[in-house]
């Protein structure tokens, strides 16, 4: 199980009866399907894992390419990450972008890696390590600043205290101090900011866990793919973490 679906056994029975109560196994009309919903959803991790092509994915199931297809377009979005509503008093999330190579270019603009890319906010509780927030994706040539608001993060967030890069410029949220165009920065505003990275660098560690789950290195999924690929990733690292 973990090395198909990044998840432990015990955490794939909870994200089973998760989707059941939420009915995700409910009959549905017309042709039923050819797989248990353990396996469909199986199917759905392994493919966000490996992404292996359609082609290769369907034999391992013993169903065919468009069986295949119709399940990821069905059960993709049901294990979508439930945003966080409210923070305890106290809490310190981070938010940082990060770029997922899109083959869809109608949501996808070329970026800074020089790819046709999707700017995702992710936004991390930084004392748990667990994703609260993922914004829309917005084209990967829009600068963090403008993702932030346009993706939704920020609604998200609410007034929950927040640190970012300095790339978050002029959006409220904690940065570390510029220095200035002559000379250094004080001692106690070197001391913030190197706590500040120590900090921070939590959501790179996230973001290293979240792309051990291949789709995110180059997705082939079209319109909403991407982004329900990501929640759904975002809610199997948060069951792992918890674990």
């Given at each position: 199980?973990?090395?198909?679906?990044?998840?432990?056994?015990?955490?794939?029975?909870?994200?089973?009866?998760l989707l059941r109560r939420e009915g995700?196994?409910?009959?549905?009309?017309?042709?039923?399907?050819?797989?248990?919903?353990?396996?469909?959803?199986?199917?759905?991790?392994?493919?966000?894992?490996?992404?292996?092509?359609?082609?290769?994915?369907?034999?391992?199931?013993?169903?065919?390419?468009?069986?295949?297809?119709?399940?990821?377009?069905?059960?993709?979005?049901?294990?979508?990450?439930?945003?966080?509503?409210?923070?305890?008093?106290?809490?310190?999330?981070?938010?940082?972008?990060?770029?997922?190579?899109t083959r869809d270019h109608s949501i996808?603009?070329?970026?800074?890696?020089?790819?046709?890319?999707?700017?995702?906010?992710?936004v991390v509780d930084a004392d748990t390590?667990?994703?609260?927030?993922?914004?829309?994706?917005?084209?990967?040539?829009?600068?963090?600043?403008?993702?932030?608001?346009?993706?939704?993060?920020?609604?998200?967030?609410?007034?929950?205290?927040?640190?970012?890069?300095?790339?978050?410029?002029?959006?409220?949220?904690?940065?570390?101090?510029?220095?200035?165009?002559?000379?250094?920065?004080?001692?106690?505003?070197?001391?913030?900011?190197?706590?500040?990275?120590?900090?921070?660098?939590?959501?790179?560690?996230?973001?290293?866990?979240?792309?051990?789950?291949?789709?995110?290195?180059?997705?082939?999924?079209?319109?909403?793919?991407?982004?329900?690929?990501?929640?759904?990733?975002?809610?199997?690292?948060?069951?792992?973490?918890?674990?």
């Open positions: 199980m973990p090395p198909f679906s990044g998840l432990r056994s015990r955490d794939f029975r909870k994200l089973i009866t995700a196994d409910r009959t549905r009309r017309g042709r039923p399907w050819s797989l248990p919903l353990e396996d469909r959803v199986l199917l759905v991790a392994v493919y966000w894992r490996t992404n292996l092509t359609l082609r290769q994915l369907a034999p391992l199931f013993g169903i065919s390419k468009s069986s295949a297809d119709r399940i990821i377009d069905h059960i993709g979005p049901l294990p979508a990450l439930k945003q966080r509503q409210r923070s305890h008093a106290g809490t310190v999330l981070i938010v940082d972008g990060t770029l997922v190579p996808a603009e070329r970026s800074k890696n020089y790819r046709y890319s999707t700017n995702h906010q992710v390590r667990l994703v609260v927030a993922v914004g829309r994706p917005v084209p990967g040539n829009r600068n963090d600043c403008k993702a932030w608001a346009e993706s939704g993060a920020k609604a998200a967030v609410g007034r929950t205290t927040t640190i970012a890069d300095g790339g978050y410029q002029g959006t409220g949220l904690v940065i570390p101090h510029r220095r200035p165009a002559s000379g250094e920065l004080c001692g106690w505003k070197q001391e913030h900011n190197r706590s500040h990275k120590q900090v921070r660098a939590r959501v790179e560690h996230v973001f290293a866990r979240m792309k051990t789950w291949k789709v995110l290195r180059d997705c082939r999924l079209k319109g909403d793919g991407v982004h329900y690929a990501i929640l759904g990733i975002a809610h199997l690292h948060n069951l792992r973490q918890a674990s």
